[in-house]
């Protein structure tokens, strides 16, 4: 009888652990990582990028348990549905709250955040669309070389060996990192690029790739263009304009469709749940607010009792405290 209700209580695919009635009121936990970390778990599984997308944005999101007092004495005697909008609007454009580690962390100028990857985006799209910094003119050489190196043109200038002959863009950036410091010298790591450009080194731990958000369309222009950054991203090539790539094909879309069988293998090496991810946020996108609901929370959270501060009134530290875990209790 429970298995059926189970059936009719969920819409979408949901894991239900086997528990016992006594674990009734207690959280999902792995009992081999609930010994190694000897904290609270309440894992949950994330079987769609829909249900992924939304569970990482309720932590980016979380909101506070109450309402902040600067929000409160903005929003006080405020009554029509548009001022209040627009006093929202006007406190969070020209305030800035942040919680007590926060603040600490940037008074002491510590890291808000690490990361073991560096995230490396390609400009793919058509030349005439991409950004590039200018340099600083020192009076010397071409005056129409007027923008800084980047990726790109490492790429167009790597060796001519074999080995990199073949080796698309994306692989490039992906695994190569220019070098600051000139002054160390070469090693089995190091590529030197052609026409005296900067040294190249090899990555332990490949890059994560962005890639511009082009949607392949029925519009003539725009299936060239998408047909293009797939091209440059995904097959190798030495001209910007691709000319020896589609040398022989009437358009770039006649020439991705040629190729199709080189560029699918690395897209999904390296935009693994790319569909899955636009078919969620255009899901997403779909949803209407329920601007009635949003204001009743406004409202409750206004009703809210204000809370001075966060510490405790009283310094008495005697009394003796239960230790956090024991590890006879642990749950087997």
Not at 317 to 330: A, R
């Amino acid at each position: 009888m429970y298995a059926l209700f189970l059936q009719y209580a969920f819409k979408e695919p949901t894991v239900i652990l086997k528990r016992k009635p006594n674990e009734y009121w207690i959280n999902s936990y792995n009992p081999h990582t609930l010994r190694l970390l000897q904290s609270n778990q309440d894992i949950a599984y994330a079987l769609s990028m829909y249900g992924c997308i939304c569970y990482l944005l309720s932590y980016l999101c979380k909101a506070e348990r109450n309402m902040s007092k600067l929000m409160k004495e903005a929003l006080l005697n405020k009554q029509d549905t548009a001022d209040i909008l627009a006093t929202v609007r006007d406190t969070w454009s020209h305030n800035r709250e942040m919680s007590y580690p926060e603040a600490v962390y940037h008074l002491n100028s510590l890291p808000l955040f690490w990361k073991s990857r560096e995230v490396v985006y390609l400009a793919t799209d058509y030349p005439e669309n991409r950004i590039r910094s200018l340099k600083l003119h020192s009076g010397e050489g071409n005056e129409n070389d007027i923008f800084n190196d980047g990726l790109i043109e490492y790429y167009q200038n790597r060796p001519l060996d074999q080995h990199f002959e073949n080796m698309p863009l994306i692989t490039f950036a992906a695994w190569y990192v220019k070098i600051n410091n000139t002054a160390n010298e070469p090693s089995c790591n190091t590529v030197n690029l052609l026409n005296g450009k900067v040294l190249m080194m090899k990555k332990f731990k490949k890059n994560i790739i962005r890639l511009p958000k082009l949607n392949k369309s029925d519009e003539v222009d725009e299936k060239e263009r998408y047909c293009f950054y797939k091209l440059m991203t995904y097959i190798p090539w030495r001209h910007k304009s691709l000319s020896d790539v589609i040398k022989g094909f009437k358009s770039y879309a006649e020439c991705y469709e040629a190729k199709r069988d080189l560029i699918e293998p690395l897209m999904l090496e390296y935009e693994k749940g790319d569909s899955d991810i636009k078919e969620a946020f255009a899901d997403i996108s779909k949803m209407q607010p329920d601007l009635e609901k949003n204001l009743e929370n406004l409202q409750t959270a206004l009703d809210e009792p204000e809370i001075e501060s966060v510490f405790p009134l009283s310094d008495d530290t005697n009394e003796s405290e239960e230790e956090d875990h024991h590890q006879k209790s642990l749950p087997t």
